[in-house]
């Protein structure tokens, strides 16, 4: 796993990705999954990680050795309990170089109003087996439906341990996609959902946009202050641990707490 220098709190600290991407050389794959293991069906979705720009190296060494404890402390009943899900966390190459994708929740809706997240949601029986490539292919659905993406630009390079959302018992999947392909993308159902956009990855590791949200019951977790937009929550959660573990995370201080609605 990529890390750079350590700070006295015991935080990776790390050069950010490059601000502006150019072509970049392709190179193998470097590790096995169970995805990328061939399957009967031609249609088989797998993870490459060939031809990928090289600033995202670090995320796939990230995802290769990354242990769940090491994600969140939240993990999938042993008893198999939870609703299989999975989100699309896709980056891409901006004006401002690396970003990433997201969507904020429309605020009538009665869960989460107003919230960015990922594109993604529940497994359907058509996306096929939740243990092998069930979320790839419903990261991929879920990411047309609600932004209008065209799943056929976008590589999938590595696959997180998957995670639990207590509240909604919802078992999370996070897939990992280049979007070497980039299509138009906006709102698709505006009872669903308020807007699409794009964050720098810069945007994410500078220091000035980093806080943690507290929740109205006293929980605390990281946050970022981007687009005009508060990023809690699970999405937050990964894309903290993204930056950490791929070496990105710069110092930042924590004592900075933003309070979150009571809807929330």
Do not use: C
């Amino acid at each position: 796993m990529t890390r750079g220098a350590r700070d006295e709190s015991g935080v990776a600290e790390a050069a950010a990705p490059p601000q502006h991407g150019g072509p970049q050389a392709p190179y193998e794959a470097r590790f096995e999954t169970p995805y990328e293991t061939p399957f009967e069906d031609p249609g088989a979705l797998r993870v490459s990680s060939q031809g990928l720009p090289r600033w995202l190296d670090p995320v796939v060494e990230a995802a290769r050795t990354v242990r769940p404890t090491q994600l969140s402390r939240f993990l999938p009943p042993e008893d198999g309990r939870g609703r299989q899900s999975a989100v699309l966390v896709l980056f891409g190459e901006g004006p401002r170089g690396p970003e990433l994708l997201l969507m904020e929740r429309a605020g009538t809706l009665r869960s989460h109003p107003g919230q960015p997240s990922f594109p993604g949601g529940a497994l359907d029986p058509e996306d096929g087996d939740p243990h092998t490539t069930g979320p790839l292919r419903a990261a991929l659905r879920e990411a047309e439906e609600e932004t209008g993406l065209d799943p056929s630009g976008v590589q999938i390079f590595g696959v997180l341990p998957r995670l639990y959302i207590p509240v909604s018992e919802f078992v999370v999947t996070p897939v990992l996609g280049w979007w070497r392909d980039p299509s138009p993308v906006g709102v698709v159902d505006p009872a669903e959902t308020a807007r699409v956009f794009t964050v720098p990855v810069a945007d994410l590791t500078d220091p000035d946009h980093r806080v943690m949200a507290v929740h109205p019951k006293g929980h605390l977790g990281p946050a970022f202050t981007v687009e005009s937009a508060l990023v809690w929550g699970f999405t937050a959660g990964v894309i903290d641990r993204i930056l950490h573990f791929a070496g990105w995370e710069r110092p930042w201080d924590r004592s900075r707490q933003v309070p979150l609605d009571w809807r929330a």
